[in-house]
């Protein structure tokens, strides 16, 4: 970089030049300081206050900028028919995105080795202002209510009193929520180590509602497969040789493949299907645990995405991201998927928390279009958001004297009719085990393997109640499942004790009982 003639000089964030940034002011040579070393205490207490907290899951990630390419079409027909948001409609047309990847229930500094979903939230910057997918790889969750949520999450995060993750603690909660079976089949296997972020798929999990210009809805379901390179992952032995090298392995793989110009690239697909109830199928559509099954509802290729920019400042464009469920354009709706509602108040409350209040003002999370609000004020607004023709004097609306006015509406409305008694109940098609089994048999042989082997590891220092509840959970899914992991813990506790002939007769009739649950 040429220097030579550009203004290098350090200065403070008053713009003062900074003649010495080596020494602070003391009476004598080394005396003691003096409290008016503006200079001195302006830098340290910035510094003292560098760090924001982290989110509270996902705080482990990733992110790079590029760009979404619509098609055109969904599949083979005109885009249109099922949704007016402008940025598929036409071929061709390219909107900015920025992707954040994550790990989810450690630390900001945690290996990206961990068994654990990838977070895989994207922000489209559209022409008619943002729009979150805020996704995983795993295309199901672990619950379907919201409410559970801060439940889940405790158990899976350390231990409050030891600090220490806990494999009891998580399968405790696990064990007592059996729409949780289909996830942790996923998890445990191969699929719950991805092998680094370019070479993953994701997934907008919950159920969201397209909408035409007529207000006619459909349900959809968002994918995104990477097309570049092959998708991989780990088994947990090869995660662990990564990690004692490397713990920020997939941080790593990102950044220098988009430096090196070997920009990674997906194809956002999504399953369509009419927005009811759906009474033929075995399971509710709306319901996160469930597969919709791609052969049933194919997967209709929507447009690509390359990553092609690395951030410049990790902090400013990473740490201070903030995605939402939310956040959604003309043309795209919320579906009564009931986890979905319940994100989407979460994402905003804790970004008020976690960046300020003014956290949409940041150059990051602003829409690249002109934002005219008559919101005002607040920790750290540094612009006002006002249109430029606006009277200054009126932040409010309705007004005769030159304030913002409402937009015209860019098409029906859908409006969704209910009657219906407001309650506290679980849906009713929950049919937590039929798509667990339907998975665990999917799987290859080396992916079954791996995730009975990562289950007996995991369950083998569970108290037995825990053991012979998820035993159970497995059973329920396949037969085989169950006898496999029972069989594997019979072993493993008879391995421990090898002399002790109690552990050998409890292991025994752990084996017999889930023996006898699957006749
Ligand atoms: C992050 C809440 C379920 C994907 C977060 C954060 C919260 C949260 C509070 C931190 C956000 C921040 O600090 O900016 C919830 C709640 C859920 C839920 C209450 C269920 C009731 C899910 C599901 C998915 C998901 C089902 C996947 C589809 C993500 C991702 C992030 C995240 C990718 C990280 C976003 C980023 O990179 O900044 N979630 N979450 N969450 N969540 Fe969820």
Redesign the pocket.
């Known amino acids: 970089m040429d220097t030579e003639n550009q203004d290098m000089t350090l200065t403070d964030r008053q713009g003062h030049p900074i003649t010495d940034n080596q020494n602070i002011r003391t009476v004598g040579n080394s005396g003691p300081s003096t409290l008016e070393n503006y200079h001195y205490i302006e830098k340290i207490s910035h510094f003292d206050r560098e760090r924001i907290?982290?989110?509270?899951?996902?705080a482990r990630?990733a992110?790079a900028h590029g760009y979404f390419e619509a098609y055109g079409k969904v599949g083979t027909e005109a885009v249109s028919t099922y949704t007016r948001a402008k940025l598929f409609q036409e071929p061709g047309k390219r909107t900015p995105v920025f992707v954040?990847?994550?790990t989810?229930v450690h630390g900001g500094h945690s290996p990206e080795t961990l068994r654990d979903?990838r977070?895989?939230?994207t922000k489209f910057y559209t022409e008619d202002g943002n729009w979150d997918l805020?996704?995983?790889n795993l295309k199901i969750?672990f619950?379907r209510?919201?409410l559970?949520?801060?439940d889940m999450v405790h158990a899976f995060k350390p231990d409050p009193v030891t600090n220490l993750q806990n494999p009891e603690r998580m399968f405790d909660f696990v064990s007592n929520t059996p729409e949780a079976t289909h996830m942790i089949t996923f998890l445990f296997s191969p699929w719950g180590i991805p092998a680094n972020y370019r070479q993953m798929q994701g997934?907008?999990?919950?159920t969201y509602k397209w909408v035409n210009q007529e207000g006619n809805a459909v349900l959809v379901k968002y994918h995104w497969e990477p097309i570049k390179h092959a998708i991989k992952n780990l088994t947990q032995q090869e995660a662990e040789a990564i990690q004692a090298k490397n713990t920020s392995h997939a941080t790593q793989d990102l950044y220098e493949a988009i430096e090196r110009g070997d920009y990674p690239e997906w194809e956002l697909c999504v399953q369509i299907l009419s927005d009811d109830e759906h009474a033929e199928l075995d399971f509710d559509p709306l319901d996160?645990t469930k597969l919709w099954d791609h052969e049933q509802f194919p997967f209709l290729p929507v447009g690509k995405m390359v990553l092609n920019r690395n951030p410049e400042n990790y902090f400013a464009e990473v740490e201070q991201?903030?995605?939402?469920?939310g956040v959604l354009v003309d043309g795209l709706d919320f579906s009564d998927d009931k986890?979905?509602q319940?994100?989407t108040?979460?994402?905003s409350?804790?970004?008020r928390h976690?960046?300020g209040t003014n956290y949409l003002q940041l150059p990051i999370n602003a829409p690249k279009k002109r934002v005219a609000t008559n919101q005002r004020d607040g920790q750290m607004a540094f612009i006002v958001d006002r249109a430029p023709e606006q009277n200054p004097h009126v932040n409010y609306e309705p007004s005769s004297l030159g304030g913002l006015k409402e937009a015209a509406p860019s098409g029906q409305e859908h409006q969704p009719a209910y009657k219906a008694k407001l309650v506290r109940e679980q849906i009713s098609r929950t049919n937590d085990f039929k798509q667990a089994g339907d998975t665990y048999r999917k799987f290859a042989d080396h992916e079954r393997d791996e995730l009975i082997h990562n289950l007996v590891d995991a369950l083998n220092i569970c108290a037995p109640v825990i053991q012979a509840k998820m035993i159970e959970h497995f059973t329920n899914a396949d037969a085989e499942y169950g006898r496999r992991v029972s069989e594997g813990l019979a072993q493993a506790k008879s391995q421990m004790a090898p002399n002790s002939s109690a552990a050998a007769a409890e292991g025994e009739a752990l084996a017999e009982q889930s023996g006898q649950r699957t006749d």
């Open positions: 907290p982290e989110r509270v899951v996902h990630g992110g954040r990847f994550s989810v979903p977070g895989f939230a805020v996704g995983n969750f619950i209510d919201p559970k949520f801060p997934s907008g999990v919950n996160p991201a903030a995605f939402g469920t986890l979905l319940g994100r108040f979460s994402y409350d804790t970004q976690r960046v």
